[in-house]
């Protein structure tokens, strides 16, 4: 397993910083790319891969995303049920999704993700600044 | 002649309110850079951040619609799998955003195949005459629920629509040929 993720933004793309040393995994900035598939792909292939071996450690993962649009949303629900599923299996997982608080689209859409998790630990925050 | 013809054109979408339109094959660039200069017009309009990012994600869901569904397209002729150009599809939609008073509005057209009105007319109807609360509802069900058949994306573009407007959704069918019809959807934010 290599230890970090790490993946510049781009226009269309978020970056993508996982430290799995750490145990902090990010995702920061907007999501519409061109193929959610050809970019998710790399992110769930490393995640999978860290998830397999956390066992009972422990792992933060911060969602601070302005803007993603319908594509992107359901990879976004497949990384959530990936964190989920880690958690069910003994580790103590949280999930960390920061909203812009103008925009109430994105925090509801966190406040839905949220219901979801039924053993990760998610915490809904307004961004700062 | 030239100025005139163009400086019509240019007229008639005045007349409309139309900031920006665009007419022809639409690609992922093409969204990505008409996507800016969308963002930088919002931005010197002074729009808030809620307004700026529903026409925004507006814009992106209509344009990908484009993208992957209008039935109007250019490709090669019979060019072979392995040719480069087998993959050179492209598809044919107009899309406009404007102002009327207060509110933007983003429309987007495109031909459809006529055996996909009904369909399409049910599925908006649906979408139109939900509350934002029911909306929520089935975007959450969709998000689970495995992709309609030739869907190449989530299946939640129209859902997306409805839920960044401000007022119903409004949309249009009219038929051109035997086998294509014109689909016009408009979403004021």
């Not at chain 1, 993508?16 to 193929?35: A, C, R, W």
């Not at chain 1, 299996?89 to 689209?105: I, N, P, Q």
């Not at chain 2, 529903?54 to 397209?73: C, D, G, H, L, P």
């Amino acid at each position: 397993m290599r230890d970090k993720l790490d993946i510049q933004a781009t226009t269309r793309t978020p970056a993508v910083s996982f430290d799995f040393m750490q145990n902090h995994l990010k995702i920061t900035g907007e999501s519409y790319p061109e193929d959610v598939t050809e970019f998710y792909g790399p992110v769930f292939t490393a995640l999978d891969s860290y998830l397999g071996k956390l066992g009972s450690g422990t792992c933060r993962f911060d969602f601070e995303l302005i803007y993603l649009n319908s594509s992107s949303a359901k990879a976004i629900m497949m990384l959530m049920d990936k964190l989920d599923a880690a958690a069910k299996k003994g580790a103590a997982v949280d999930v960390y999704w920061y909203y812009d608080k103008e925009d109430d689209t994105m925090q509801e859409l966190g406040e839905e993700f949220g219901e979801d998790l039924q053993n990760a630990k998610f915490h809904l925050e307004k961004m700062p600044g | 002649m030239l100025a005139s013809q163009l400086m019509d054109l240019r007229g008639m979408l005045h007349s409309q309110g139309v900031i920006f339109a665009y007419s022809g094959y639409v690609t992922e660039p093409v969204l990505s850079g008409v996507g800016e200069a969308l963002k930088q017009k919002l931005t010197i309009d002074d729009a808030d951040t809620k307004t700026l990012r529903s026409v925004f994600a507006v814009f992106v869901e209509q344009m990908q619609n484009i993208i992957r569904y209008s039935a109007e397209k250019a490709q090669p002729a019979l060019a072979p799998a392995s040719d480069p150009r087998a993959l050179m599809e492209i598809r044919y939609g107009i899309l406009t955003i404007g102002r009327e008073g207060a509110d933007y509005m983003v429309c987007a057209g495109n031909l459809v195949e006529r055996s996909d009105v009904e369909r399409l007319r049910a599925k908006l109807s649906r979408i139109r005459d939900m509350s934002k609360d029911e909306l929520k509802a089935l975007y959450k069900e969709q998000l689970r629920a495995e992709p309609e058949k030739g869907s190449k994306g989530a299946g939640l573009g129209f859902m997306e629509i409805a839920r960044r407007a401000s007022k119903p959704i409004e949309f249009d069918f009219t038929d051109v040929d035997a086998t294509h019809a014109f689909f016009a959807l408009k979403a004021t934010i």
